[in-house]
């Protein structure tokens, strides 16, 4: 694989993780339309974005990372981006809550493989010092889907409001079915692309590398799994930070601050698109950086840091007396929040044994999203109606919700300090250039 080559790889997967965060996203723009049209309460729509997303794409990711390191990798993600833009169209046509929590439930089935799919492929094919700063380039993905989602989502509701004096297919639907069908369509784009253009890094398969692997995962958990439980918990709680504000504040503006939906969007991405970029990059940077100057445990410290200072900005925004400033004090949250997840994937690259990469990131991501996603949206919508028992007081449960998360996260990572550096010493070392071939896509 060229230098170039690998950069259009890298590319591509960015655009597969975007295309999965458009679809999983949307859904936080259109929460109030669909609450009256289906008739549910803001905790069923806690469990539609949270429960029936989440539970079912962890169902799915554990057995995904088993598929990731046996089989072409391209093909793999490449029927799963088809999957996962079908049953976001589907989303469009549900008519009620069990229909809707089908289809949310088969979007997360089809996207468990995307992210630790990409994952793999990025430690396999980077220098370890340099997988920090290779995963911040990575989880751009992560700052520009949900930004996108926002921008576009946006843009696609104004569409879909307009749609019958366009004559567009469609058009008899209320507004916000169309959205779902018309956020589904860059899945079905680029999956065709993928598959005809992407190949990557294929480990050469024998009996015995099956049965180091399997040796080799039980051996990992035996020896790290102290480690790994705080861990996943930690980043369960950072994700619940994070997913809690990205999927409730545009109901902020729409209760609190009777902004249009259409307008929301807009402004909230590109401030996600704007600042998010800069921290995952610094973030992931900054960490490698670090490595190169003997600090092996420069990406976990630097965790501990980002949750700190999140208990103390997560809950400006949601608080704010207007929708001027809460939109202008989302701009420092995202600037240091956004740049966690690149570090923590990055440790969970650099602690794993080349030949099972694909298995341990999907175990961290099956945890840490499971935990995350739920806790975020089912707490604050449980805080919502059975706490506060206000839909006007969405703001408060979000902005307790939010610090109670980050600073859960940040004392969790602080314990993981000498797991993780037992870990380090004990992983063996990679395998060497001629243990992979390239398979391309379409061969």
């Known amino acids: 694989m060229t230098r170039w080559y690998a950069r259009y790889v890298v590319f591509m997967l960015i655009l597969a993780l975007i295309v999965a965060f458009l679809d999983r996203q949307i859904f936080t723009l259109l929460i109030d339309p669909i609450k009256q049209d ?13 429960l029936a997303y989440g539970f079912f794409f962890t169902l799915m990711i554990i057995p995904m990372g088993w598929l990731i390191d046996r089989v072409n990798r ?16 589907l989303c469009g046509f549900a008519g009620s809550f069990g229909a809707m929590f089908v289809a949310r439930m088969g979007v997360g089935i089809g996207e468990a493989s995307a992210s630790p799919l990409s994952q793999s492929v990025i430690g396999d094919t980077v220098e370890t010092q340099k997988i920090p700063a290779a995963m911040g380039f990575l989880h751009l993905s992560q700052v520009w889907g949900p930004g996108l989602a926002l921008i576009l989502g946006g843009g696609a509701i104004w569409l879909a409001a307009h749609s019958g004096a366009w004559g567009l297919p469609f ?4 507004p916000w079915r169309q ?12 999956a065709p692309i993928m598959l005809l253009t992407v190949r990557v890094p294929q480990r050469k398969r024998t009996l015995a590398s099956a049965r180091a692997q399997h040796e080799g995962l039980r051996a990992f958990w035996h020896q790290n799994k102290n480690f790994i439980w705080r861990y996943e918990l930690s980043v369960g709680c950072f994700t619940a930070g994070a997913v809690s504000l990205t999927s409730w504040m545009p109901s902020v503006f729409v209760r609190i601050f009777h902004w249009p939906a259409s ?20 973030w992931g940077a900054y960490s490698s950086a670090q490595m190169k100057h003997d600090r092996p445990l420069a990406a976990l410290d630097n965790l501990v840091k980002l949750g700190l200072i999140c208990v103390v900005i997560a809950p400006l925004a949601p608080l704010m007396p207007s929708g001027d400033l809460a ?21 969970v690259q650099l602690i794993a044994p080349a030949i099972l990469r694909g298995r341990i990131a999907a ?17 604050v919508g449980f805080i919502t109606d059975y706490v506060m028992r206000d839909p006007l007081k969405v703001h408060y449960s979000l902005a307790i919700a939010g610090s109670l998360f980050w600073g859960l996260g940040a004392l969790g990572f602080y314990s993981c300090r000498k797991g993780f550096a037992a870990g380090l010493k004990l992983r063996p070392a990679d395998p ?7 398979q391309a896509a379409h061969a």
């Open 327 to 347: 939109l202008i004090m989302l701009a420092p949250y995202f600037l240091i929040s956004m740049g966690w997840g690149s570090m923590a994937s990055a440790n």
């Open 171 to 174: 058009s008899d639907l209320a």
């Open 179 to 190: 959205v779902f069908i018309i956020v589904a369509l860059p899945g079905f784009i680029l």
């Open 263 to 282: 307008s929301v969007g807009g402004k909230i991405g590109l401030i996600t698109l704007i600042f998010g970029t800069v921290a995952s990059i610094a």
């Open 432 to 438: 060497s250039p001629e243990s992979f071939t390239m």
């Open 38 to 50: 289906i008739g549910i309460s803001d905790f069923e729509a806690g469990l539609l974005m949270g």
């Open 74 to 89: 391209t093909y793999l993600l490449t029927a799963g981006m088809f999957f996962w833009a079908l049953m976001t169209a």
């Open 363 to 379: 175990l961290y991501l099956a945890l840490g999203s499971l935990t995350g996603m739920i806790l975020a949206n089912v707490g």
